[in-house]
């Protein structure tokens, strides 16, 4: 079943890169009495996701917290290595926060992956962003297959 306006995030775990090594965040208190940003992308340093989508949110920061955003959030079903690296080469900086959902479970307990087998990735989460208001989606653009429109920072702040 896919996720949807409404819904409650199911309880995941995700990883985040730190100086320390890797930590574990517990979505359900991630996003607890806050209001995130979370946008998917299919694989860090891939084209449009490098070119577009993350810079998208990093330029587009200040007018999400305008807004009332305590928080944007990247996920990928990447490990939170690849996600610290693709952070600092895209300089990101605090500006997101990279979530690491290295086995797709997050992924696939929303209903949102995809099969980019035909280009070596594998099992892979969909391209999408959301605002979640403690715990709870009130707004979700999922992209249709190769195509980068809904899910951008600007579509996002035109519909908020």
């Known amino acids: 079943m896919t996720i949807k306006i409404g819904d409650t995030l199911p309880g995941a775990t995700f990883t985040k890169a730190t100086e320390s090594g890797p930590e574990a965040v517990d979505s359900e208190?991630?996003?607890?009495?806050?209001?995130?940003?979370?946008?998917?992308?299919?694989?860090?340093?891939?084209?449009?996701c490098s070119a577009?989508?993350?810079?998208?949110?990093?330029?587009?920061?200040?007018?999400?917290k305008a807004k009332g955003?305590?928080?944007i959030a990247c996920t990928a079903v990447n490990d939170a290595f690849v996600l610290g690296a693709w952070s600092k080469s895209s300089n990101a900086g605090d500006t997101v926060t990279m979530l690491g959902d290295g086995n797709?479970?997050?992924?696939?307990?929303?209903?949102?992956?995809?099969?980019?087998?035909?280009?070596?990735?594998?099992?892979?989460?969909q391209r999408y962003s959301m605002l979640?208001?403690?715990g709870v989606v009130t707004q979700l653009n999922v992209e249709g297959p190769?195509?980068?429109k809904v899910s951008s920072a600007e579509h996002m702040l035109q519909t908020m």
């Open 132 to 134: 979640v208001e403690n």
């Open 104 to 125: 797709g479970e997050f992924a696939e307990a929303i209903g949102l992956t995809m099969d980019g087998s035909k280009f070596g990735m594998g099992k892979r989460g």
């Open 69 to 71: 955003v305590d928080e």
């Open 52 to 64: 577009r989508h993350l810079p998208g949110f990093v330029q587009n920061a200040s007018e999400f």
């Open 146 to 148: 190769g195509e980068f």
């Open 29 to 48: 208190s991630f996003f607890a009495g806050r209001k995130v940003v979370l946008f998917s992308v299919p694989g860090a340093f891939t084209p449009t």
